[in-house]
């Protein structure tokens, strides 16, 4: 009997933030044998992380999105391929996937990227591949808390996503503006119209908007998170109309400070993607402004870890024929003996899923959601061992939340 293949999992933009620490959980708690491709255009920088971590079947390779027929000669027997690129380019690295025969996953799309991409359901059904939409923290984990209260229930009638973060740790060199994934993504969260559902049809509110007290778990405390643009509200609106949802919103809450410098960013123009034409080219200001936030250098803690975030699905709906509201959290410190923060919850779920697919513990085919092809139990199981711990309450009634 053949002895059976490997699987190859690809990370492309595994040496950007993300990238790394999706690569740093395949490292950790994929099993001997398993074959890991660090896919980059900064081939330096991805070299680096393959020979820092010491483990046979690691390797790096140069791969421009932009040139596809090298990226599939580079990336030629791929099983899982790990999108941990801006979500700008989602439909081209989809086409690779296809091209490659290999099921793939990324970290959302910004709602109408989202769309765009479930175009292409019909295309990997027909491969007999999976495209899963989303499965980072929000989108991702997110999606997953939402089902776990929708399972039980005989109808739904709200979805609402809250997340909130705390970073109490002491650095020596804090940078201007913190991030921990693509300005040009955030810059987009606070300019482009955020996304409702409600009756049945979707609604786009001003920016920014919604800022109203919201108490999450100690330590995050009372937060007030903002409606921003993101890719839940038409994965869960659309997974779950046929039990009736009526209504699903997101927010997010930021530090105030980040908060207005941002604001002043945006108002300031530096958030458009007109051109602007210089002597040696044009260049928008969207893209300047990421070049430069997304080079400052790293801060360096002076103290112990002290983050906190939480995750969180409050849902609405009929339980054995009487209302109830199911309040869904996630919480993570991070993981300290892996060196990473609470952004494992965004990185770490890429990795989970990819092994999941691997043994066959999600078998659904198409272009999906988390909460229509994952089942949530192992998922969650999974995060437990890394650090993330989920908290259920059941309460009777419709409860009020912002």
Excluded at 11 to 16: F, T
Excluded at 290 to 313: L, T
Excluded at 332 to 341: A, D, H, L, N, R
Excluded at 374 to 400: D, N, Q, V
């Amino acid at each position: 009997m053949p002895k059976a293949k490997s699987p190859v999992y690809t990370l492309l933009g595994g040496a950007g933030a993300m990238g790394q620490i999706t690569f740093k959980d395949l490292i950790e708690t994929t099993p001997a044998g398993s074959q890991i491709i660090i896919a980059d255009y900064q081939l330096e920088k991805a070299q680096a992380l393959a020979k820092a971590c010491g483990r046979k079947g690691v390797k790096a390779v140069q791969v421009n999105i932009h040139e596809p027929q090298a990226a599939l000669k580079a990336l030629k027997g791929t099983s899982v391929l790990l999108n941990s690129l801006p979500y700008e380019h989602n439909l081209r690295v989809m086409e690779l996937a296809l091209g490659l025969e290999s099921h793939y996953l990324d970290l959302g799309g910004l709602f109408h990227m989202t769309r765009k991409q479930m175009a292409y359901h019909e295309k990997f059904e027909q491969a007999g591949l999976l495209a899963l939409l989303g499965i980072g923290a929000a989108p991702g984990i997110s999606n997953l808390l939402a089902r776990l209260a929708v399972d039980p229930m005989e109808s739904v009638h709200a979805i609402h996503i809250r997340l909130a973060a705390v970073d109490k740790t002491r650095y020596r060199n804090k940078p201007a503006l913190s991030v921990s994934y693509s300005f040009k993504t955030i810059m987009e969260e606070f300019s482009l119209q955020p996304a409702l559902y409600s009756k049945g049809r979707y609604r786009f509110i001003k920016p920014m908007s919604g800022q109203h007290a919201h108490r999450f778990p100690a330590p995050v405390g009372t937060q007030y998170p903002m409606y921003t643009l993101h890719s839940e509200v038409v994965n869960l609106a659309e997974s779950y109309k046929a039990k009736g949802v009526e209504e699903v919103s997101f927010k997010i809450a930021f530090d105030r400070d980040f908060v207005e410098k941002v604001r002043f960013l945006r108002d300031l123009g530096l958030a458009s993607h007109t051109p602007l034409a210089f002597q040696q080219g044009q260049v928008t200001p969207i893209d300047l402004l990421n070049a430069v936030v997304m080079n400052q250098p790293a801060p360096i803690a002076s103290s112990e870890s002290k983050q906190y975030e939480v995750i969180r699905a409050v849902v609405k709906g009929v339980e054995q024929g009487k209302r109830v509201t199911w309040v869904n959290d996630l919480h993570t410190q991070g993981m300290p003996e892996w060196g990473i923060g609470t952004d494992i919850d965004t990185g770490s779920p890429p990795s989970v899923a990819a092994q999941m697919l691997v043994k066959g513990l999600i078998t659904a085919r198409g272009v999906l959601p988390p909460e229509q092809c994952i089942p949530p139990e192992p998922f969650f199981a999974a995060l437990e061992k890394r650090g993330m711990h989920i908290h259920c309450s059941r309460k009777a009634g419709w409860r009020t939340t912002t």
